[in-house]
């Protein structure tokens, strides 16, 4: 399940896309990207409203709105030339897709010294996977860098993870330490 520091992380991943198929006039990112974008949002209204320290959650919400004013700022105001938006909004996209990409690798040391996958969602891997590998080959189709090479960590983090699932299966784990003799 997402938490709400990962819903909010996937806001600005949405919103940061929106933007930058709205430069670039691209439909397909403009679309799936506002669409993403709404349903992030309900989930992190949902997520303070049921959320029991609801402090914590509006600070990181509020510190979200803030980032994303400053990058708007940044891009709209200070960076004039249209082709250089375009491009150091890719980067900056590129970069934080790749950082989401590569976060759940962050359990590795612990599921390989656990022998358990416990702490990875199968489904989530699956749909990475799918969604990673779509991304890419529209980046491809476009010939734009800032969308396949991005997405390429998604496929191989998935892998990774695949095989975690087959080298560690779920329901082998222990819930007790053996006794040595």
């Not at 590569?102 to 416990?118: E, G």
Request: proline residues 7%; positive net charge; charged residues 10%.
């Amino acid at each position: 399940m997402m938490r709400g520091l990962e819903a909010l992380c996937c806001e600005v991943s949405n919103l940061s896309w929106l933007g930058y198929g709205c430069l670039k006039q691209d439909w397909t990112l403009i679309v799936v990207n506002t669409l993403g974008a709404a349903l992030q949002t309900l989930y992190i209204l949902a997520y303070l409203y049921y959320s029991p320290a609801k402090l914590p959650v509006l600070l990181r919400s509020l510190l979200l709105l803030a980032v994303l004013a400053a990058g708007y700022g940044y891009f709209t105001l200070l960076v004039a030339d249209p082709r250089t938006r375009l491009a150091r909004l890719g980067l900056f996209c590129s970069a934080f897709t790749i950082s989401m990409y590569l976060s759940p690798l962050a359990d590795l040391a612990k599921i390989v010294q656990s022998r358990s996958t416990r702490c990875l969602s199968f489904p989530l891997t699956v749909t990475t996977f799918l969604a990673s590998t779509s991304w890419t080959l529209y980046g491809l189709q476009l010939h734009d860098p800032y969308i396949t090479i991005p997405n390429v960590p998604g496929i191989v983090t998935s892998v990774v993870r695949f095989w975690l699932f087959w080298r560690y299966p779920p329901g082998q784990e222990k819930p007790y330490r053996p006794l040595h003799a």
